[in-house]
């Protein structure tokens, strides 16, 4: 098949599986890459495995917002997202349905959540890989969390209801641009469930995975720190500061440090005080080089993973193909990825019963080990892209296959 992709990602999980996915895409079917001029094509680049390579410029009001894009910075989104960004959006789908290809493969949008094009087009069939519905609005904590920020901010209140505004207007809009396309493909079986809450549409399960040969115990005897891990950015949904609560609850004499990894340090000050205030030794890493990364697993007693409703989460699953057990909360998708007395640990999001596990774990290193080695066996028997790319393939082909004709078709155009 000829499959048009649409990719517009920051670093992080769903891109490595839009990359993975598209890579085991590229191997049967004929690829052309879409994305935007400000899209992150430094790492896990698509580009390479594609016959062509589409960038279309955004660059509102003449380039000078460029930097504050750059920086991952959108406001004011009253501007960007409803103007300039819908016009790329129509010029994409208008290519997309002008070069007829076999099927639209989009992937979330990291602007707007389901991207516009879905939308827009009027001829070629559609997939939408959502990694996750539009949190921001469903989930209570996003909103005030993201909003005490902005009062904290010049103009604090209004650009607090500025960005209010936007972002309902934004939900309104993802949820009209997911129910257009022809089909919805997710990463889990808790991800269709929220799918089905949020847009009344089925989806399918494409299990994400890793790669088994990059993620491994290493060779030789490991030494592990008397530590545990937590990868994250440095927001409250990451859950940190539920495990800094939680060892603070371990006697000291046999209390775990918390080593802290993630993207940036900007944000991790009050994550430092807590610490401190509780006597939990935490040591802060961020932006650290994939073979320090792969250290830090195979080094720990056991990585924590704690942040709330996580629609997949590779961390689990980079821990255990690495050795190490995981003690993860009983939400979201670490249900579907740590089996519990086997691979690790599932718990309630408590203080009290993470800190259990992870006292269990420090203070019986043949318990760290045998769930170590079960973990990797489970990753290998279970978790490799092959699977989750079987799955996509399979419904492109079906969406590809069984859409009516773009003529008997209700139009499905993002305004508002």
């Keep these: 098949m000829r499959i048009a992709i649409f990719e517009n990602l920051p670093r992080g999980g769903a891109k490595r599986a839009a990359f993975e996915l598209g890579r085991f895409l590229a191997a049967n079917h004929e690829l052309d890459l879409y994305r935007l001029s400000t ?47 819908k016009q790329v959006h129509r010029q994409i789908s208008a290519d997309v349905d002008r ?10 949008d990291s602007y707007t959540q389901a991207p516009y094009l879905l939308g827009y087009l009027r001829q070629v069939p559609s997939a939408y890989f959502c990694q996750e519905p539009f949190r921001f609005l469903e989930e209570r904590q996003h909103l005030e969390v993201h909003r005490a920020g902005l009062r904290r901010l010049p103009l604090g209140r209004l650009r607090e209801a500025e960005e209010v505004w936007a972002l309902n207007r934004m939900g309104r809009l993802d949820t009209r641009n997911a129910r257009a396309a022809d089909a ?39 030494i592990r720190r008397n530590e545990v891990l937590s990868i994250g950015i440095p927001s409250v949904i990451k859950g940190h500061d539920l495990v800094i609560r939680a060892l603070a609850r371990i006697p000291q004499a046999s209390r775990p440090a918390l080593r802290l990894v993630m993207p940036w340090l900007r944000g991790s000050e009050p ?21 320090d990364m792969l250290d830090r697993y195979r080094r720990a007693l056991a990585t924590v993973c704690a942040a709330r409703l996580e ?24 249900r579907e990825t740590v089996v519990d007395g086997l691979t690790g640990f599932l718990v309630e999001p408590d203080p009290d019963a993470i ?22 066996e489970h990753v290998v028997r279970s978790w490799q892209w092959d699977k989750g790319g079987q799955a996509l ?24």
């Design 271 to 291: 994550l430092e005080r807590l610490a401190k205030a509780n006597g939990v030794e935490l040591i802060v890493e961020a932006a650290i080089e994939e073979a």
């Design 99 to 108: 070069r007829n290809y076999d099927v639209l493969l989009a992937h979330t």
């Design 355 to 376: 800190a259990a596990a992870i006292a269990a774990l420090a203070s019986d290193p043949s318990l760290v080990a045998k769930l170590g080695l079960s973990g990797r």
């Design 39 to 85: 899209t992150e094509s430094k790492a896990l680049d698509l580009a390479p495995f594609c016959k062509r390579l589409y960038t279309y410029r955004f660059s509102p009001l003449g380039g000078r917002l460029d930097e504050r894009l750059a920086g991952g910075k959108l406001t004011p989104r009253s501007y960007t997202m409803f103007g300039p960004l």
């Design 184 to 222: 919805i493909a997710v990463n889990s079986v808790h991800s269709r469930e929220r799918i089905w809450a949020a847009y009344a549409r089925n989806a399918t399960v494409c299990p994400l995975g890793i790669d088994i040969t990059h993620f491994t115990p290493g060779t030789g005897t490991v």
């Design 311 to 334: 629609a997949f989460g590779f961390t689990p699953l980079e821990s255990m193909a690495c050795g190490t057990p995981v003690v993860a909360i009983q939400e979201g998708g670490y």
């Design 393 to 416: 393939d399979s419904l492109l082909r079906k969406v590809a296959t069984s859409r009516e004709p773009a003529s008997e078709r209700p139009v499905a155009h993002p305004a508002g």
